[in-house]
C-alpha cells in the first residue's frame, strides 16, 4: 500500500470510536419500547453484549452487530481484528456462531485490493470460529469500516447474560489490556514492534477457545471487554445492584501498555471512560499508569466471567493451559457503598 493510502487507512479507530457509554445511555433510555415481548430475553435495556430470542426452551438466537474504522495499517490484519471482535459478542453470550454478513463503507477512490483483504481477513475469522460468511452490505464512504452482522444459537438455559453474577463469584479475565494504549502508541512511532505485534495477536485471537472452556464451569455471567474499558466492562456487571473488589496486580497487562499509559499516549475515548465511570470507582494506592489501563478502550478484548468459588481456580488453569494469559482478578461483593474497589 502507497504511503498516503497508509495515512488516509489508519487514522485511529477500533472501538476508540465507539460513542461514550454515557451518550448512548442518554439516547437509549429516550427510545420508544414498544410492547414487551416475552421471547426476547436480551435487549438493549440490559445493557449487554448481544440480543437473544427464545425459539423453543431449549433454543434462542444470538445477534449482534459490530464495526469501525481501521486502527493497523495492514488491510487483512484489520479484516480479522474487525471480524473476531464482532464474533466476541456470540461467545460473551455463552453462544455458538453460526452466520455472518459483511458490513463495508469504502471509499471508491482507494484500490479495491485493500477491500478484498479486509474482507479476506474477516472471512477467515468467520471460518475459524465456524460460521458461515453469507453475504452483506456495502457503501461508498469517505473513510473505511468494516465489521459484521452475526447470528449464533444458545441455550436460553445456559445463556450467560452480563449482569447476572453472584456475591462470592470470582472474576476471570481472558486477555491481557492495553490495546488502545499500544495502537495510540504505534501511531506516533512510539510503540516497539515486539509490543504492536503482541497487541495484534491478542486482538485476533478468538474468544472461542476461552467460551468453550468456560462452558464446561459454572459461570453466572460473562462480558467481552471492549471500548468501554475493562472498569467499563465491570460496572455494567454490576448493574446497581452488585459490588466488586479488584486486585490490579492480578490483571494481565500487555508489554507496552504500562510505559504507553505512563507517556500520557491515551485516547480520548479512554478519558469519557475515565469521567463515566470513575464515579463508580475507587482506587486504593493505584500508580496512575495502572488506572488508565483500566480505563483503557479495547479493541477485540477478552472475556471477563463471573465464575463460581469451587470452579474458578480449575477454570483459570484450564485458561491457561489453553495458552490464554487468563487470571483470576477480582470478587463479586454484596452491595456497597462502593461500587468497585480497585487494589494494588
Not at 454515557?22 to 427510545?31: A, F, M, N, Q
Not at 436460553?156 to 481472558?174: E, I, S, V, Y
Not at 489453553?322 to 456497597?336: H, R, Y
Request: with cysteine; hydrophobic share 40%.
Amino acid at each position: 500500500m502507497a504511503g498516503s493510502e497508509k495515512i488516509v487507512f489508519c487514522t485511529g479507530g477500533g472501538c476508540t470510536a465507539k460513542l461514550g457509554a454515557g451518550v448512548l445511555s442518554r439516547i437509549l433510555e429516550k427510545l420508544p419500547r414498544g410492547e414487551q415481548d416475552p421471547n426476547l430475553l436480551v435487549g438493549y435495556d440490559s445493557k449487554d453484549d448481544a440480543a437473544v430470542y427464545r425459539i423453543t426452551d431449549e433454543l434462542a438466537f444470538v445477534q449482534t452487530v459490530d464495526f469501525f474504522p481501521p486502527m493497523v495499517d495492514d488491510p487483512y490484519t484489520f479484516g480479522q481484528i474487525a471480524a473476531a471482535n464482532a464474533l466476541s459478542d456470540i461467545y460473551a453470550m455463552g453462544g455458538e456462531v453460526k452466520t455472518a454478513l459483511n458490513l463495508v463503507c469504502f471509499p471508491e477512490s482507494m484500490d479495491l485490493n485493500v477491500l478484498g483483504e479486509i474482507l479476506r481477513g474477516g472471512a477467515e475469522k468467520v471460518a475459524e470460529a465456524g460460521g458461515s460468511l453469507a453475504g452483506g452490505h456495502s457503501i461508498a464512504d469517505t473513510g473505511v469500516k468494516y465489521g459484521l452482522s452475526v447470528t449464533g444459537l444458545v441455550d436460553p438455559r445456559r445463556m450467560t447474560a452480563n449482569d447476572t453474577g453472584r456475591p462470592g463469584d470470582k472474576l476471570l479475565l481472558t486477555k491481557a489490556l492495553g490495546v488502545g494504549l499500544i495502537c495510540t502508541a504505534n501511531r506516533v512511532g512510539e510503540a516497539a514492534p515486539d509490543q504492536m505485534e503482541g497487541a495484534i495477536r491478542s486482538m485476533t485471537t478468538l474468544n472461542k477457545t476461552a467460551a468453550e472452556i468456560a462452558h464446561k464451569y459454572e459461570v453466572h455471567a460473562a462480558t467481552d471487554v471492549t471500548g468501554f474499558s475493562f472498569l467499563g466492562h465491570l460496572h455494567e456487571m454490576m448493574g446497581d445492584k452488585l459490588s466488586c473488589v479488584i486486585d490490579a496486580h492480578a490483571v494481565p497487562v500487555l508489554p507496552g501498555a504500562w510505559e504507553a499509559a505512563d507517556a500520557c499516549l491515551y485516547t480520548a475515548a479512554g478519558q469519557r471512560n475515565r469521567n463515566h465511570t470513575g464515579p463508580f470507582v475507587r482506587f486504593e494506592n493505584v500508580p496512575f499508569p495502572m488506572e488508565e489501563i483500566l480505563f483503557d478502550p479495547q479493541t477485540s478484548g477478552g472475556l471477563l466471567l463471573a465464575a463460581a468459588p469451587q470452579d474458578a481456580a480449575a477454570l483459570e488453569q484450564e485458561l491457561r493451559a489453553a495458552g490464554l494469559p487468563a487470571a483470576i482478578v477480582g470478587e463479586i461483593l454484596e452491595k456497597q457503598t462502593t461500587e468497585i474497589t480497585v487494589n494494588y
